[in-house]
């Protein structure tokens, strides 16, 4: 079969923003043991229906593509008006079948779900919202799509498939959708997916679970209507909602008011045909099952009231009580963790305050004691599903997957819930005291339960060790030891934890011993380095992706953000080990060689500038200037003006570029590169007069944190390109605009740093791409060249507030996690010569290895879905091993900018750069 063009995914599938956290749809599938070998029976099917016609089909492990001939003058658009077709997996084959004729009179490419499987998948809602019913997606001619819609809006007339929640339907009888957006993707982030208008405006093609039309655009199935105030939706008629709470592929749920008694209310929606199981029992069944246990529960207090259920239209909604305006997750995310130890004057003081643990605790306990007493198992105790009271109090909510005598629908939230860890066993009462006590450390670290492993003790003795460098001191010795109490993997000395702390009596000991993190010695972190390094040499062999599309991404696998680029680039510091060389000059080679290499943009994180960096590297560790030589991008990079996709990054790597070339005697080459570097900073001076000045966040808990300062996708990182060009340079224009960009941060700094220093303080302000983390890293570098001593402390003093965020980060990586934190300690350490800044850095290794899997010589990495393992750079284990090189030199280079410079008083400098892998 043949390759086919970089198609974005329906949702941007695979792709995950730089210096974001979003869980990728890939990442649930690519966790497991194993990658699915799915049957061929579609695509044999059909292949046997384009026997002689002049059609292309390619496939990958969710899609198979279908390409139509055409010549260059009908070439697809970038982006444009594509059509969706749903179908139950069932369904899949027979749809299929249906429509092919229809999509062979055309010209127009499609793509289907690889067989009913992934489309089970895909309408689970599992992978991602906006995959939900898209079994074909078609890409037709601008000029044909109206036509080819209603044609195949008429031939599906009355079959049944899930909405597609990113589209409106071409008339309400047929499964056949639409929306626009991108053809094709061109990177990995969120701007690898927009679109730019005929006027030059940009729009993002991103899909969500709303309809969205970019302003240059006419819908091709709706005339043109001056918008109009939308009546109130009521449910039963008499429910009329107000408020939403939450958005689910399954559902939504919002708040409501009883237009007959006045009764506030929760309006629970369970969509069709979504998340059909084996049995064939949707989102509907499942909430029907919900109305059963809640009736088993009627009066029961802590759980809300049933007033009804009803049908509309194929829909169907659960009513009942409203029980407050938040939730623990919530709660926990914007005021910060709930207080171990009482803080009032004896018991009543401590459970007059909810926010305390201990009435937490006891209110939970409670509550589910009368729950099990009415013959249910919750079977979904988490953080989201516990609602607060205005006055704070506790309410569980949310039976779906509840056990009511027994019966119990499929479903578990890995990290909370026992039955995901023991497979064809039912439900008991102490599995939901394991799921308190998941709960009830999330209540006090604001992290999730620990879940990389396949070993459901791993992950248990891991999460311990992370709640122990969260409260290490004595007085949390009880809420520490409840917690172990709750996880054990034994259920009867759950029951008995339990039960020493049911009653008013004051929090007890309950003899649990929680594991610590694992203190990092030279000889544990070189075991864990040469083990890193041998697992990014075998993840190597697959990356960059092959000609064949991985789930919509053809490109996927090549950049120093997540692919090949940011692994050989650290691989290249580690040549001494075995395999190493071999490794990075086949994947110099193969990157090299890659179809899809020009239709990455200029960008250094998402694009050609991070590839040529790395095969620039790999020719001068063959001793061969230009080995790996590829066509250049026809693409340039986006006017972010950022580290990640914009200007400053582009100009960063070229500087690099520059350097090396004139250090080999390469002047025309690099000469050339320099002047492109003057472009990027023209670009950018040009962009200072106008922009927009930031100020930080208002609220601590913002999860932006310091977005429009930090060194992805903020000043910093822009600050960071200006002062290196002008360094290089003497350019007096870009050094004036880095002086002042340095002075707007040393003003904004130190508000950012109260901000983090609070107790709700998201866990963002630590991180590389949107924190202190990054900011840092330019203040101690920029302190150093201006020979600054209020920068350098500035920058230190980022290092600090990181150091005591760092706990409760559960990222590891790079881009959002503690392997950032970490490689600012150790630029703190190079630049003071203080010894506490390295023993904080191995710290911060000891909490990488506790959010692990694997031993603590051979850790499993996680990345930022915390639930599986990759090789990239900036959040899977590249970037952690860069932190773990750095760390045991005390010091060296970063991946793309030059080493730390340490103080000339300094007593514990580093040995000098590697030449070449920097400035």
Same mark, same amino acid.
């Given at each position: ?26 990442? @649930? ?109 078609? !890409?037709? +001619? ?24 990113? &589209? ?113 029992? &949707? ?25 009804? !259920? /009803? ?26 963790? !709930?207080? @171990? /130890? ?10 007059? &305050? ?22 249910? /198992? ?114 009867? +000395? ?83 080990? #075995? ?87 390469? !002047? ?46 903020? +000043? ?42 609070? #107790? ?28 600054? @001593? ?20 559960? @990222? ?8 950032? /934190? ?98």
């Amino acid at each position: 079969m043949a390759a086919g063009p970089a198609w974005a995914g329906e949702d941007g599938s695979g792709t995950a923003a730089a210096g974001e956290h979003r869980t990728d749809p890939e990442d @649930p599938l690519d966790g497991r043991t194993g990658k699915r070998q799915p049957g061929k029976g579609l695509a044999e099917r059909l292949e046997r229906l384009l026997d002689g016609r002049e059609r292309r089909m390619a496939a990958d492990e969710q899609w198979l593509y279908l390409f139509a001939p055409r010549p260059g003058a009908d070439e697809l658009p970038s982006h444009g008006w594509k059509l969706h077709i749903s179908a139950r997996p069932e369904d899949l084959t027979q749809v299929a079948e249906l429509i092919l004729p229809v999509l062979l009179r055309h010209v127009c490419d499609a793509k289907f779900a690889r067989d009913a499987a992934v489309l089970g998948e895909m309408n689970s809602g599992a992978l991602d919202a906006a995959l939900v019913g898209k079994a074909v997606t078609v !890409y037709p +001619r601008p000029q044909d799509v109206t036509a080819l819609g209603r044609e195949l809006a008429a031939l599906l007339a009355g079959r049944t498939g899930p909405r597609v929640l990113s &589209d409106r339907q071409v008339r309400p009888d047929a499964p056949v959708h639409y929306r626009y957006g991108p053809f094709r993707a061109t990177g990995t982030d969120d701007a690898a997916l927009d679109m730019t208008g005929p006027d030059g405006a940009r729009f993002g093609g991103r899909a969500s679970t709303r309809y969205r039309q970019p302003p240059w655009t006419a819908d091709p199935f709706r005339a043109a209507a001056p918008p109009a105030r939308r009546p109130a939706t009521v449910i039963g008629g008499r429910y009329r909602l107000t408020a939403g709470v939450s958005r689910s592929p399954h559902g939504d749920v919002y708040r409501a008011v009883d237009t007959v008694s006045g009764e506030r209310a929760i309006v629970k929606q369970a969509r069709a045909h979504v998340g059909e199981g084996p049995d064939g029992v &949707d989102a509907r069944g499942r909430l029907r099952h919900e109305h059963r246990v809640l009736a088993a529960l009627a009066d029961v207090d802590g759980i809300p009231g049933v007033r009804d !259920y /009803v049908r509309h239209g194929e829909d169907e909604y659960l009513i009942t009580t409203d029980h407050g305006p938040g939730d623990l997750r919530r709660d926990v995310l914007a005021h910060g963790p !709930y207080a @171990p /130890v009482r803080t009032g004057s004896g018991a009543a003081g401590a459970d007059a &305050d909810p926010r305390q643990f201990a009435a937490l605790t006891r209110r939970l306990l409670t509550v589910l004691d009368a729950v099990h007493a009415r013959g249910v /198992v919750v079977g979904d105790l988490k953080p989201s599903n516990v609602v607060l009271g205005e006055d704070g109090t506790a309410h569980l909510v949310d039976f779906g997957v509840s056990a009511l005598r027994g019966e119990r629908p499929a479903g578990a939230t890995p990290g909370y819930s026992m039955p995901v860890y023991r497979a064809g066993r039912p439900g008991g009462r102490a599995d939901d005291l394991y799921a308190l006590g998941a709960t009830l450390y999330f209540a006090l670290t604001g992290m999730d339960p620990v879940v990389v492993d396949g070993d459901h003790a791993v992950n248990t003795d891991r999460t311990l060790a992370c709640l122990a460098a969260v409260l290490p001191h004595e007085p949390h010795r009880p809420a520490r030891e409840l917690v172990a109490g709750l996880l054990d993997p034994d259920p009867l +000395r759950r029951v008995a934890c339990a039960r020493r702390w049911r009653g008013p009596t004051a929090p007890v000991p309950t003899g649990h011993r929680l594991p610590a993190p694992r203190p990092v010695t030279r000889g544990l972190l070189d075991d864990v380095i040469a083990h890193t390094v041998a697992t990014c040499v075998r993840a190597s062999d697959g990356l960059p992706a092959g000609s064949l599309p991985r789930r919509g991404q053809l490109h996927f696998g090549l950049t120093l953000y997540d692919g090949a680029a940011g692994v050989g680039l650290e691989l290249l510091h580690h040549t001494e080990q #075995p395999g190493v060389t071999r490794a990075v000059l086949g994947l110099a080679r193969r990157t090299a060689d890659h179809s899809a290499l020009t239709t990455l943009t200029a960008a250094l994180h998402t694009g050609r500038t991070g590839v040529d960096l790395f095969l620039d590297g790999a020719a001068e560790l063959l001793g061969r200037a230009g080995e790996f030589t590829a066509p250049p991008s026809t693409r340039a990079y986006d006017d972010t003006g950022d580290q990640i996709g914009g200007a400053a990054g582009v100009g960063t790597g070229l500087l690099v570029l520059a350097r090396r070339a004139h250090a080999a005697g390469r !002047y025309e080459e690099g000469g050339a590169r320099l002047a492109a570097a003057r472009e990027c900073a023209r670009t950018l001076l040009a962009a200072e007069d106008g922009r927009e000045r930031p100020a930080p966040q208002r609220s601590a808990a913002a999860s932006e944190a310091a977005f429009p300062f930090g060194f992805a996708h903020g +000043r910093a990182g822009i600050v960071h390109f200006l002062h290196a060009y002008h360094r290089h340079t003497g350019d007096p224009a870009a050094g004036a605009a880095a002086r002042s960009g340095l002075a707007e941060l040393a003003q904004h700094t130190p508000r950012l740093l109260a901000l983090a220093a609070r #107790p709700e303080a998201h866990r963002r302000y630590g991180s590389w791409c949107r924190g202190l983390a990054g900011i840092g890293t330019l203040l101690i570098e920029a302190g150093g060249h201006e020979g600054d @001593p209020g920068l350098t402390e500035l920058g230190v003093r980022c290092a600090r507030a990181c150091r005591d965020l760092a706990p409760r980060m559960s @990222p590891v990586s790079q881009c959002c996690g503690l392997a950032g /934190v970490g490689e600012l300690l150790v630029d703190a350490e190079a630049v003071t010569g203080d010894g506490t800044f390295h023993r904080a850095a191995e710290e911060v290794a000891g909490l990488i290895l506790a959010r692990s899997g694997g031993t603590p010589r051979r850790p499993v990495f996680p990345d930022n879905t915390l639930a599986a393992t990759g090789p990239g750079w900036a959040t899977g284990s590249a970037g952690v091993l860069s932190f773990l090189r750095r760390l045991r030199d005390h010091g060296g280079p970063r991946l793309w900018s030059e080493a730390t410079r340490t103080s000339a008083t300094s007593p514990a400098a580093p040995a000098p750069a590697r030449p070449g892998s920097g400035h």
